[in-house]
């Protein structure tokens, strides 16, 4: 199994506080990984720091990507290279329709300028692996989208775009069971021997869809620990008190009043 990414003692920071405290992570290709962490853990800023927003400060550590190190590459580069990264909070913005968003960030990974008659007929195709009404492509990003439509979207880009690593951070509000449905389908269709598929929730009720390979717990900017899905199962059943503990925080246990 060949390896796409490799991660090694990666530390960040942001405005000189550090959030990445250290982290190691190995992805093959044909594996779906699935980051779960509780709030504030630093699961974005992981996303972010791969993705290589220029926001975050790589202190220490190194990113490779198809064994080449992209830990001081831009973004648009490592799009280029096929690093994908779907947004949290995904923007509202009026005046450009999904088709010539789609097109324009196409071409921009491709490098290629992509014409519009053959980009069409693609995205019809696409939108209708997805179930996508046709009128969808002409409508503005993301205005006034629910939370299903704006998970198609990102669905959407990542077909159209084709990386070979999609890296899916999860919104931290309610998915609701539609939304969660769309992203575990559109996550077993994309993924095939030759990408693979990170996938940061902190919800794991999309398990209950989706059959990841790899399951990683993220606390405090650390990956604590690694297993098969039965770890999942296990934060689903106890959450991250266990995690908590090790790291010595009493507060919570204060809070409801077990000590
Ligand atoms: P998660 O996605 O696991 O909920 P984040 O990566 O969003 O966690 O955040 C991790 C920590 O880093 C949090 O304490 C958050 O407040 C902090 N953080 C993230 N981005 C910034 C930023 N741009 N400026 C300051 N602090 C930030
Ligand atoms: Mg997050």
Redesign the pocket.
């Known amino acids: 199994m060949s390896e796409i990414l490799r991660i090694t003692g990666l530390k960040s920071q942001?405005?000189e506080?550090e959030?990445l405290k250290g982290i190691d992570l190995v992805v093959n290709k044909g594996e779906v990984h699935v980051i779960m962490?509780?709030?504030?853990?630093?699961?974005?800023?992981?996303?972010?720091v791969i993705m290589g927003s220029s926001?975050?400060e790589v202190t220490e550590g190194s990113i490779v990507f198809e064994n080449e190190d992209i830990t001081d590459e831009a973004v648009n580069i490592r799009a280029k290279k096929g690093i994908f990264l779907s947004f949290?909070s995904p923007q509202e913005i009026p005046g450009i329709n999904i088709e010539n968003f789609l097109r324009t960030a196409k071409a921009q990974v491709t490098g290629q300028p992509v014409k519009a008659i053959q980009f069409k007929k693609e995205l019809v195709e696409k939108m209708k692996e997805l179930d996508i009404d046709r009128s969808y492509a002409q409508r503005y990003l993301n205005m006034g989208y629910s939370g299903g439509e704006k998970k198609k979207n990102e669905i959407l880009q990542m077909k159209i775009l084709n990386p070979k690593l999609a890296i899916l951070?999860e919104t931290?509000s309610g998915l609701d069971v539609d939304a969660v449905k769309i992203v575990s389908k559109g996550v077993i269709d994309f993924k095939s021997e030759e990408n693979a598929i990170l996938i940061?929730t902190?919800h794991n009720n999309i398990l209950d869809y989706l059959n990841p390979d790899v399951v990683h717990i993220?606390v405090d900017?650390k990956i604590v620990e690694t297993g098969d899905i039965s770890l999942a199962r296990e934060i689903e059943k106890n959450g991250y008190i266990k995690y908590r503990e090790a790291k010595g925080e009493t507060e919570w246990k204060k809070e409801i009043k077990l000590i």
């Open positions: 942001v405005n506080k959030i962490g509780p709030n504030g853990a630093g699961k974005s800023t992981l996303a972010n926001k975050y949290q951070d931290d940061i902190h993220m900017g």
